[in-house]
């Protein structure tokens, strides 16, 4: 059974005017999100992520390119999709001198929700909204409101959800009860998402798919485990007890980074290179022990693009 492609985004592109002529935001990006699968749009600051988000939520007209939803024209069935689509920034607000449940209700009868009552109860529980629900939303601290809006961004059992810094500003205990939960939406409901994070460990706990821009660009499509591997650089750590001497030696003949601080010593090198490293160093007679290797993370790569930036 073929799975249902839930967005489709075609040589997407927006172009501004500035008093030195056009400057290209999102530069012909292409990607798809299929039924069930959560997808990381990442990139260093600059690189397009919130351009693109805005044109695929309709608050901004693209230039260039093509948006379908559930294989609909987003700009022919905008009324359609929206019914089955829902958003969340971190950044957003909501009207501040109404309450939280006020402010839900609203959007309730919005969406058309027509269980919007135990909706509200039973998503201000997942996110831990009850006890502020009747507080207006400028009383509320900034963990408080995005909890309040991630209560906004299912309410109307959406079948895709754009989610921009979701736990940007939540306490760990909190962010972690939020990603198990999207995660057990995906299971439960075959959910799609498209989220944006700084937080390189959480696009890993969650996304099945990363699509990385850089400069407006889609520079890498992947899987977090498979742009982590991009970098081919690991980090060694060894405490050195006879030797330190003969292996700098050895560093500097063979060019590796490092940095020593109290015999212990940070080397970084190949992966691939570390088990020769280890046994010629031994067979030096260098003597180490408390051996750590620290593998290429989506964090590496993310901040190796952003160093050559």
Known sequence: MDVQIILKVTNLTKQFKSKTGLMTAVNDIS???????IVGLLGPNGAGKTTTIQMLLGLMTPTGGQILYFEKSFQNYRVEILKNLNHMSGYSQMPWRLTVYENLKIFAYLYEVHNWKEKIVSLSA??????????????????????SLLV??????????LLDE????LDPDIADSIRKYILSEQEKRNLSLLVTSHNMQEVEELCDKVVFLHQGKVLATDTPQGLAKRNTQSVLELMVADGLKRLIEELEKRGYPYEEKHRFITITLPEKEIAAFLLDIS???????????????????????SKKS
Do not use: C, H, M, W
């Open 283 to 305: 067979k030096r007679g260098i003597e180490f022990s408390d051996i750590e290797i620290v593998k290429p993370s989506l964090e590496d790569f993310f901040l190796s693009v």
């Open 126 to 147: 997942q996110f831990g909204v009850t006890e502020f629900l009747y507080k207006r939303f400028q009383d509320l601290s900034a963990g408080q409101r995005t909890r």
């Open 166 to 169: 979701p736990t940007a500003s």
């Open 152 to 161: 906004k961004a299912f309410l109307n059992d959406p079948k895709i959800v």
């Open 31 to 37: 990607f798809t999100i299929k039924e069930g699968e």
